[in-house]
């Protein structure tokens, strides 16, 4: 089985900072794209950011040059570094990742718990 666990979430003043982990682990052989959600009261769930695991990147145009997504292959960890925050950036964060449990396994996409960021105005 699979885990994650995200971390890093809290309460900040707009303009301010925040950097989520996601850290996976179980059974791992390899993990392919992993991925930064989130969901505010009363909407959808949204992408953030993606990552491949040769770190190629993509953004949601509402976080892009304040949001950057990376990751440590080595420790099968994901990070989400947020900056200059808005309160239209208060949400559940949710960290996604795709894992092959075995070499030649399909990869099954995980899912984390979540983490609340609430900006202040």
């Known amino acids: 089985q699979v885990q994650l666990v995200e971390s890093g979430g809290g309460l900040v003043q707009a303009g301010g900072s925040l950097r989520l982990s996601c850290a996976v682990s179980?059974?791992?052989?390899?993990?392919?794209?992993m991925a930064w959600y989130r969901q505010a009261p009363g909407k959808q769930r949204e992408l953030v950011a993606t990552?491949?695991?040769?770190?190629?990147?993509n953004y949601a145009d509402s976080v892009k040059g304040r949001f950057t997504i990376s990751r440590d292959n080595a420790k099968y960890t994901g990070y989400l570094q947020m900056n200059n925050l808005k309160p239209e950036d208060t949400a559940v964060y949710y960290c996604?990742?795709?894992?092959?449990?075995?070499?030649?396994?399909?990869?099954?996409?995980?899912w984390g718990q979540g983490t609340q960021v609430t900006v202040s105005s």
């Open positions: 996604n990742a795709e894992v092959h449990t075995r070499r030649f396994s399909e990869s099954i996409s995980y």
């Open positions: 990552i491949t695991s040769s770190g190629s990147t």
């Open positions: 179980g059974s791992i052989f390899s993990i392919n794209v």
